[in-house]
C-alpha cells in the first residue's frame, strides 16, 4: 500500500468515511498530503555525507471554502498530516532542524480546489550545525570535547555500572564533523557493529559493545552557531584514518 493510500484510509476512518463525498468540488486531504510530501522533496538539501535537511515548518495555504472543511475534520487531520511528514522523512533519510510544524491557513487569494504550501527550517542548510552524542542505556550525553573516555572508572569522561568494561576502556574522537572510536588498551576489547576493533571511523548510529554496554553514535541537528574545533592536533590528525567527509 502507498504511503498516501495509507493516509487516505487513516482519514476515511477519522471521519467515518464521509470524506471522499464532503470534499467533491473542493480539496481533498490526500491532495494536501501530496503538497506536503512535494514541498519536503523540493526544499531538501544535502548539509553532509550523512544528512539531509528539509523544513520543519510547513504552511498549507487554501480558499476560505476549502479551509472551512478542512477545520471540520478537527485534530485527527492534523495528526494524520504530521506523522505522513515524519515517515516521509524517515523514509528518505531527511533531517530536521526542529520539531515538525504544520498550519493550514486561509488565502482568499486562491480559488477553491487549490493548495499551496510554503515552508521554511529552523535554520538555513548553510548555518546548521550537527553535534555528536552517545546514547548509553537509553540517555544522551553530549561530546563537547574532542576525546570523551568511557569506562567504569571514575576518571572516566563517563562512567558506566558495568563490571566488564575496564576503567579507562574506549575513548570517543569527535572534530564536530566526523567521529572516530578507539580502544584504550582494555582487557575484554571493543566492537564496533559486531565486529573487533582497535581503532576505527564512526558513522551515525553505528553501535560501540564494551562489556554488556551498548553505545550508540548519533549526529544531531543544533542551532546555528559558531563551530568550534578540538585543540588536539593528534585528535584531529587521527580523524584521517576515516577518510575526508
Same mark, same amino acid.
Not at 546555528?224 to 584531529?236: F, G
Given at each position: 500500500?502507498?504511503?498516501?493510500?495509507?493516509?487516505?484510509?487513516? +482519514?476515511?476512518?477519522? =471521519?467515518n468515511?464521509?470524506?471522499?463525498?464532503t470534499?467533491?468540488?473542493?480539496?481533498?486531504?490526500?491532495?494536501?498530503?501530496? %503538497?506536503l510530501?512535494?514541498?519536503?522533496?523540493?526544499?531538501?538539501?544535502?548539509?553532509?555525507? $550523512?544528512?539531509?535537511?528539509?523544513?520543519?515548518? !510547513?504552511?498549507?495555504? !487554501?480558499?476560505?471554502? $476549502?479551509?472551512?472543511?478542512?477545520?471540520?475534520?478537527?485534530?485527527?487531520?492534523?495528526?494524520?498530516?504530521?506523522?505522513?511528514?515524519?515517515?516521509?522523512?524517515?523514509?528518505?533519510?531527511?533531517?530536521? %532542524?526542529g520539531?515538525?510544524?504544520?498550519?493550514?491557513?486561509?488565502d482568499?487569494?486562491?480559488?477553491?480546489?487549490?493548495?499551496? =504550501?510554503?515552508?521554511r527550517?529552523? %535554520?538555513?542548510?548553510?548555518? =546548521?550545525?550537527?553535534?555528536?552524542?552517545?546514547?548509553?542505556d537509553?540517555?544522551?550525553?553530549?561530546?563537547?570535547k574532542?576525546?570523551?573516555?568511557?569506562?567504569?572508572?571514575?576518571? *572516566?569522561?563517563?562512567? +558506566?555500572?558495568?563490571?566488564?568494561?575496564?576503567?579507562?576502556?574506549v575513548?570517543? !574522537?569527535?572534530?564536530?564533523?566526523?567521529?572516530? =572510536?578507539?580502544?584504550?588498551g582494555?582487557t575484554?576489547?571493543?566492537?564496533?557493529?559486531?565486529?573487533?576493533?582497535?581503532?576505527?571511523?564512526?558513522?551515525?548510529?553505528?553501535?560501540?559493545?564494551i562489556?554488556?554496554?551498548?553505545?550508540?553514535?548519533?549526529?544531531? *541537528?543544533? %542551532?546555528?552557531r559558531?563551530?568550534?574545533?578540538?585543540?588536539?592536533?593528534?585528535?584531529?590528525?587521527?580523524f $584521517? !584514518?576515516?577518510?575526508?567527509?
Amino acid at each position: 500500500m502507498g504511503l498516501l493510500d495509507s493516509f487516505e484510509k487513516g +482519514i476515511e476512518r477519522a =471521519v467515518n468515511g464521509a470524506f471522499a463525498k464532503t470534499f467533491r468540488s473542493g480539496v481533498q486531504p490526500v491532495e494536501i498530503a501530496s %503538497a506536503l510530501r512535494s514541498e519536503l522533496d523540493a526544499k531538501a538539501a544535502v548539509v553532509s555525507r $550523512d544528512r539531509i535537511l528539509v523544513p520543519n515548518t !510547513l504552511e498549507v495555504r !487554501l480558499a476560505h471554502a $476549502d479551509h472551512e472543511r478542512m477545520q471540520a475534520i478537527g485534530s485527527a487531520l492534523d495528526t494524520e498530516l504530521r506523522q505522513l511528514v515524519e515517515r516521509h522523512a524517515r523514509e528518505q533519510n531527511y533531517s530536521f %532542524a526542529g520539531p515538525v510544524s504544520i498550519t493550514l491557513v486561509t488565502d482568499e487569494k486562491l480559488s477553491t480546489g487549490t493548495v499551496r =504550501v510554503s515552508s521554511r527550517s529552523a %535554520a538555513t542548510a548553510e548555518d =546548521v550545525s550537527w553535534q555528536g552524542v552517545v546514547e548509553i542505556d537509553g540517555k544522551q550525553h553530549t561530546l563537547i570535547k574532542s576525546r570523551t573516555v568511557i569506562g567504569r572508572g571514575s576518571d *572516566a569522561d563517563i562512567t +558506566i555500572p558495568d563490571a566488564g568494561t575496564s576503567r579507562r576502556h574506549v575513548e570517543i !574522537l569527535w572534530d564536530g564533523r566526523r567521529a572516530m =572510536v578507539r580502544d584504550m588498551g582494555s582487557t575484554n576489547g571493543t566492537q564496533l557493529n559486531g565486529q573487533k576493533v582497535s581503532e576505527a571511523a564512526l558513522t551515525p548510529d553505528s553501535v560501540v559493545t564494551i562489556g554488556r554496554t551498548r553505545i550508540t553514535f548519533r549526529v544531531v *541537528a543544533q %542551532a546555528p552557531r559558531t563551530p568550534s574545533r578540538p585543540a588536539d592536533d593528534d585528535a584531529t590528525r587521527l580523524f $584521517d !584514518l576515516g577518510g575526508s567527509a
